[in-house]
């Protein structure tokens, strides 16, 4: 690090569980971001602003003004406008020092396992099991520790998998099948200070498995319900018929 970045970083740097060493490895990291939402938004910036070297986002969809609500990382100016375009010129006007690459396209197995293979985190913000399936079963096979989230009016959930551990489950031992795809926001509406907070918990989660710090939510579900203040947390067993990562 140079003198501006030990600056930049100086109040991370200050906390011993960082350190010189542990913000060189913030630096030196490439996480993945799928999905430039109301999840993807949040997370991204405090990614950015903590330093993660290399961010690749991906989404294929273009800003609306239904958006604005909850999705911070855009402008009223900015609809109509790519994602992911929109997105990183507001990454790197927060930090010039980092490397941002994007992916404008829908994903499908084949560009998955290009863009999942050489990161170290991969971080899920999409809103469809679908999506959330083929991710999963990509880290899986990558052996990448998986970040997923979701939220939806007032309530959220946030998770660490490692399905690739032969005692951890993956996403699909938490949900064996497709649940309701009318469970979204678009269907249901959501307050927008808790896309916010769960979005910056799964930076957080990201952060805390890449330097292997406290309790990093691996193999359990943190589950919040904003309206009434409350945190619970469920543990996830592995399925050992899982069709991704189950030993039979």
């Known amino acids: 690090m140079n003198d501006q970045e030990l600056l930049r970083y100086s109040k991370q740097v200050m906390l011993p569980q960082v350190d010189i060493e542990g913000q060189q490895k913030i630096i030196d990291s490439t996480m993945l971001i799928i999905g430039m939402g109301g999840l993807g938004s949040p997370a991204a910036f405090y990614l950015a602003g903590a330093g993660v070297g290399h961010l690749i986002i991906a989404d294929f969809d273009q800003v609306e003004l239904s958006n604005l609500q909850r999705q911070i990382i855009y402008r009223t100016t900015d609809i109509g406008s790519d994602k992911v375009d929109a997105a990183k010129a507001r990454l790197l006007e927060l930090n010039p020092n980092i490397k941002v690459t994007i992916a404008n396209e829908l ?20 809103d469809n099991f679908e999506s959330r399936f083929e991710i999963n079963k990509a880290c899986v ?3 990448k520790p998986l970040v997923t989230a979701a939220v939806i009016r007032l309530e959220g959930q946030v ?7 032969p005692d951890q ?19 249901n509406g959501i307050l927008a200070p808790v896309a916010g907070l769960i979005g910056s918990m799964q930076a957080l989660q990201a952060i ?10 691996t193999g359990s579900l943190l589950v919040v319900d904003a309206l009434e203040l409350s945190f619970r947390k469920i543990k996830i067993g592995k399925d050992k018929i899982c069709p991704t990562c189950g030993s039979n």
């Open 169 to 187: 489950p993956c996403y699909q031992c938490l949900y064996p099948q497709e649940g309701d795809e009318n469970e979204n926001c678009v269907e």
């Open 208 to 217: 805390k498995v890449l330097l292997d710090l406290g309790d990093q939510l």
């Open 107 to 126: 994903l499908h197995t084949g560009n998955l396992a290009s863009l999942v293979k050489d990161v170290d985190i991969v971080l899920d913000g999409t």
């Open 141 to 143: 096979e990558y052996k």
């Open 159 to 165: 998770s660490v998998f490692k399905g690739y551990e």
